[in-house]
C-alpha cells in the first residue's frame, strides 16, 4: 500500500533552520504532484508548498514565500521541505501528500502522511 512517512521536524528557535523529508512507497514516485501542508492547533489544514511531477514548478503559500524551498528526488522517492528563517507561527504539524494534478487544495490529494512536529520558539 502507499505510504507517506514524514521525518525532520523538531525544535527550533526564531530565525532558525529546518529540512523535513517525506519518504515514499507503494506509488510511482514520479507520476504524482508531492505537496506540503500544516495544521496548527485550532486551525484547519492549510497548503504550504507544491512541486510538480519533475520538480520543474513550484508554488508556495504567500506566508512562506521567500523562506521555505520545497524540492524532490526521484531516484529516492522522496520530498523536502527546506525551511529558513523560521518564526513562531510556523509552528504547526507538517504533512507530505501526494496528488495526480498540480493544485494546492487538500481534497485534490489522494495519500497523506501522518505528520510531523515543527515547534518554533520565539
Known amino acids: 500500500q502507499v505510504q507517506l512517512v514524514e521525518s525532520g521536524g523538531g525544535l527550533v528557535q526564531a530565525g532558525g533552520s529546518l529540512r523535513l523529508s517525506c519518504a515514499a512507497s507503494?506509488?510511482?514516485?514520479?507520476?504524482?504532484?508531492m505537496g506540503w501542508f500544516r495544521q496548527a492547533p485550532g486551525k484547519e489544514r492549510e497548503f504550504v508548498a507544491v512541486?510538480?511531477?519533475?520538480?520543474?514548478?513550484?508554488y508556495y503559500a504567500d506566508s512562506v514565500k521567500g523562506r521555505f524551498i520545497i524540492s524532490r528526488d526521484n531516484a529516492k522517492n522522496t520530498v523536502f521541505l527546506q525551511m529558513n528563517s523560521l518564526k513562531a507561527e510556523d509552528t504547526a504539524v507538517y504533512y507530505c501528500?501526494?496528488?495526480?494534478?498540480?493544485?494546492?487544495?487538500?481534497?485534490?490529494?489522494?495519500?497523506w502522511g501522518q505528520g510531523t512536529q515543527v515547534t518554533v520558539s520565539s
Open positions: 501528500a501526494a496528488a495526480k494534478i498540480f493544485r494546492r487544495a487538500t481534497e485534490e490529494y489522494d495519500y
Open positions: 512541486i510538480s511531477w519533475g520538480g520543474g514548478s513550484t
Open positions: 507503494g506509488l510511482t514516485f514520479s507520476t504524482y504532484v
